[in-house]
């Protein structure tokens, strides 16, 4: 961390320990405790998180937001910071982040609440939710396309041992 200039990290893991800092650095530390789980309200902390992130970037630092995998609840408050603060759309942040990582996939109820918050800051929304009748659920449109690829590799396989 010291050789990136990690000069802040926001721990979004309840289910870890403190992230092991070096101690003769000045490194701002935030824990929230977030689980990975759809009713969870993340939403509160997207301000507050967007805001310290801007705060340090604009001090010449570096920040690292972590969870356990840097799948849903990482992604989904850098997500909200790229909205916040670099006026993207939900889309483009999105688009932007998987490019970096792409094995990013904030859960339903996360997406729900970027939506939500992209319509409190731009006044529209730029990826709607659809039902996805094999999960039943609805699923933010811009996952779309994996799952119908996962959804038709699943069906391939099943007929492929009912052939057995």
């Known amino acids: 961390m010291d ?3 990690v000069s802040c990290v926001i721990n979004v893991a309840p289910e870890l320990p403190d992230t092991p800092l ?35 970037r604009l001090s010449g630092g570096c ?14 408050l850098c997500l909200a910071y790229l909205m916040k603060h670099s006026g993207m759309s939900l889309r483009e942040a ?8 792409p094995q990013v996939r ?6 729900q609440q970027l939506r939500q918050y992209e319509l409190q800051l731009r006044g529209t929304n ?20 994996e799952y119908r690829a996962m959804e038709d590799f699943y069906q391939r396989y099943r007929s492929a041992l009912k052939r057995r």
Do not use: W
């Open 22 to 56: 070096s101690s003769d650095k000045n490194i701002v530390y935030l824990r929230i405790n977030a689980q990975d789980r759809s009713q969870v309200d993340l939403s509160q902390h997207f301000d507050e998180v967007a805001d310290l992130v801007e705060e340090v």
């Open 94 to 101: 999105y688009k932007h982040v998987q490019s970096i990582r």
């Open 106 to 111: 904030p859960n339903s109820g996360f997406f």
């Open 3 to 5: 050789k990136l200039g």
């Open 63 to 76: 920040t690292l937001i972590h969870c356990v995998a840097g799948v849903s609840r990482s992604a989904s």
């Open 126 to 145: 730029s990826v709607e939710m659809v039902y996805f009748a094999s999960l039943d659920k609805e699923i933010p449109d811009i996952l779309e396309p």
